[in-house]
């Protein structure tokens, strides 16, 4: 199977993803605002566009994996070199960031408007995930879309859900993303708790990892927290981002335990830590 691929946005996710279209033996056209990430792209064969226009010219589909929603009304919807103005009818444009779900359905009507057909594709997972084709897709539009996609998408992922209409997987990874800050704030203040208790806390973390209320990314995080490991996976800074977005959704007053992680990791940035994982929370009982 050999289309013509737009992938735009070559963080550490996106340059994962778009050597995986390669490997699949695609057609793969990139563009990335530092150009200095296309390299090791272009090596493996990746064509290298100067703009997200001329990458989505004549692309079957086209991806973006950026940072937030002003790096994704930029890549899609600048007026001459945006990738929206330069696509074809009936081609496909998959969002794969994870961004507001105000922004991602007016993404969705601007793309209509140039009869381009969209999907919000937000992916569950970080670099190792990516590394080994594991993620998982939470996908929001027109499921006979999805089924033309699905095949570029796999390329890199474990599993792909449909959710419903346009919005619908980017609301479900904001949700997703709002668990895991959930939990891993929790654990962050139980295992300062134990602390001061004077208690095991590795002993602790190893009972509480094994019982059913534990899921296996907060035995991993947990680990990380005791091992003083905060590379960052998940940086404050973009749950900060995620938990903002979500909040953005409802209201404080009917969502008090988002806004109560929402203010945790707040306090996290202030304290200067924003770079770092989300694990390194726990510093803040330091």
């Known amino acids: 199977m050999t ?10 996710m996106g340059q994962r993803m778009a050597l995986r279209l390669l490997e699949a033996g695609h ?7 530092d150009p200095a990430k296309i390299t090791a792209l272009q090596a493996a064969g990746a ?9 989505a010219k004549s692309a079957t589909v086209v991806l973006a994996m950026v940072r937030d929603d002003d790096a994704s009304r930029s890549v899609w919807c600048a007026s001459c070199d945006g990738a929206l103005a330069n696509m074809d009818e009936g081609a496909v444009a998959v969002e794969c960031s994870t961004l507001s779900t105000a922004w991602v359905r007016e993404l969705a009507d601007a793309a209509a408007k140039r009869r381009v057909h969209f999907l919000d594709a937000p992916v569950v997972g970080s670099r ?8 998982v897709h ?3 539009g027109d ?3 999805l089924q033309r996609v699905e095949p570029f998408l796999k390329a890199w992922s474990a599993s792909v859900h449909h959710l419903g209409p346009n919005g619908s997987g980017v609301l479900a990874k904001l949700m997703v993303n709002q668990l895991f800050a959930v939990q891993i704030a929790a654990m962050a203040e139980i295992i300062a708790l134990a602390r001061d208790a004077d208690v095991d806390v590795s002993r602790l ?3 509480m990892a094994a019982t059913p209320v534990c899921s296996l990314a907060l035995k991993t995080a947990s680990l990380a927290m005791l091992g003083g490991n905060h590379a960052p996976q998940f940086p404050l800074e973009l749950v900060a981002k995620d938990l903002s977005y979500a909040a953005s959704s409802g209201d404080n007053a009917t969502h008090p335990v988002g ?7 707040a306090n996290a940035l202030a304290a200067g830590l924003g770079g770092h994982n989300i694990t390194a929370l726990c510093r803040l009982y330091d």
């Not at 289309?3 to 946005?9: C, I, N, P, Q, S």
């Not at 806004?259 to 990791?265: H, I, N, T």
């Open 205 to 207: 973390v190893e009972v």
């Open 47 to 55: 064509r290298v566009a100067r703009t997200p226009g001329e990458a």
């Open 259 to 265: 806004y109560a992680v929402q203010r945790v990791v």
């Open 27 to 33: 057609s793969v056209v990139v563009w990335n605002r």
């Open 143 to 145: 499921s006979l879309v």
């Open 3 to 12: 289309d013509h691929v737009a992938f735009l946005g070559l963080g550490a």
């Open 138 to 140: 939470l996908v929001g």
């Open 128 to 135: 190792p995930q990516a590394e080994a084709a594991q993620l």
